[in-house]
């Protein structure tokens, strides 16, 4: 079982960034397969980015560029680095773990654990 919590959203301007923070409980935290997602209200939820446990990571085209996942096994954490955010970035952003020792998943539905969300906003 693995408990995760969100942290680091906020509002901030078009054009700033955020670093979003996922903590996860256990110690098997490195056997994890972590994925970040999102949500509008109104709009499903849509894949972000995934780090695999041997830390192999991609990001989905939407983010390309903008968005960096990376994970400190050491802190049992995993991170999203967004830059450039623009308005339609505002969502709630959930944090995802699937294990053990899996490749990068990018469906919602591989994964088995969640967090509660952050929300994240973004003005204009």
């Known amino acids: 079982q693995v408990q995760l919590v969100e942290s680091g959203g906020g509002l901030v301007q078009a054009g700033g960034s955020l670093r979003l923070s996922c903590a996860a409980s256990g110690r098997t935290f490195n056997r994890y397969t972590m994925g970040w997602f999102r949500q509008a209200p109104g709009k499903e939820r849509e894949f972000l980015a995934t780090i695999s446990w041997r830390g192999s990571a991609y990001c989905a085209d939407s983010v390309q560029g903008r968005f960096t996942i990376s994970r400190d096994n050491a802190k049992n954490t995993v991170y999203l680095q967004m830059n450039s955010l623009k308005p339609e970035d505002t969502a709630v952003y959930y944090c995802?773990?699937?294990?053990?020792?899996?490749?990068?998943?990018?469906?919602?539905?591989?994964?088995?654990?969640w967090g509660q969300g952050t929300q994240v906003t973004v003005s204009s």
């Open positions: 995802a773990a699937v294990g053990d020792f899996v490749p990068i998943k990018l469906r919602q539905d591989e994964y088995d654990y």
